[in-house]
């Protein structure tokens, strides 16, 4: 599903991740961690092109991505749902309207986007929240809606960066029980973290980072 090969991205002359081989297989759920600057926003922005590297391969689902060209590249995100630290919500929209905007992008009729919105906040189970606006939830409430955003499409891959960051113990719980969730319905989701909690005696792939290279790669 996801395969990386002799990869390498720098920043000038900076090396930022150096001779990344990496595989996820379809259907898996993985861990990337490592210290702050190891390179892990790095590759996964590799993952969905927000940036390209200076060599080595990538594929993505059925895309190669060194054959990708610029205006493809919206097509191969289509395959891709992203979760920030931060979040990202508009906060002059409602919580319905910032996951109906995923939806219009993609050109989704008005029948079919309210049914699919509707859908995804009752999976986070927020349906209630759908006429509030983000500064009036929780930041455990705002990163599900952050999440039903990402996977209202059904995306094939999720990637999440940091996603429990900010949030208290009882919320990160609840949070990766909905990337659980997600993952047995069939998504492949690549999660990047520091926090070792969240992946310890799950009995998942863990990949560590440092200095741009992977150090080893374990089970959880």
């Known amino acids: 599903m996801i395969r990386f090969t002799k990869v390498s991205k720098y920043f000038g002359k900076e090396p930022v991740v150096t001779d990344i081989d ?6 898996e759920l993985a861990y990337i961690t490592g210290p702050s600057g190891a390179g ?7 993952i969905y092109m927000a940036e390209r590297p200076e060599k080595g391969e990538i594929s993505v689902s059925k895309w190669d991505l060194r054959k990708i060209r610029q205006r493809r590249i919206p097509y191969l995100r289509r395959d891709i749902g992203i979760v920030f630290q931060d979040f990202k919500l508009l906060f002059n929209k409602t919580v319905f309207e910032n996951i109906a905007l995923a939806q219009k992008i993609r050109g989704v009729k008005p029948d079919s ?3 699919n919105v509707d859908r995804i906040l009752t999976d986070v189970g927020l349906a209630h929240k759908s006429g509030s606006f983000p500064e009036h939830l929780s930041g455990g409430e705002q990163q599900k809606i952050a999440i039903a955003r990402a996977m209202v499409s059904k995306p094939l891959i999720l990637l999440a960066d ?3 960051g900010n949030l208290d113990h009882a919320s990160a ?12 319905r069939g998504t492949t989701i690549l999660i990047a973290t520091h926090n070792s909690a969240l992946f310890t005696d799950t009995g998942r792939k863990v990949i ?3 200095d741009g290279k992977i150090e080893k790669e374990t089970t959880g």
Request: net charge positive; glycine share 2%; hydrophobic share 40%.
């Open 40 to 46: 892990k926003t790095t590759l996964l922005k590799l």
């Open 208 to 210: 560590y980072l440092k």
């Open 113 to 115: 986007l309210r049914e």
């Open 22 to 27: 990496l595989h996820i297989d379809k259907g």
């Open 173 to 184: 719980k609840t949070i990766l029980s909905l990337f659980k969730e997600f993952n047995a």
């Open 162 to 164: 940091e996603p429990t």
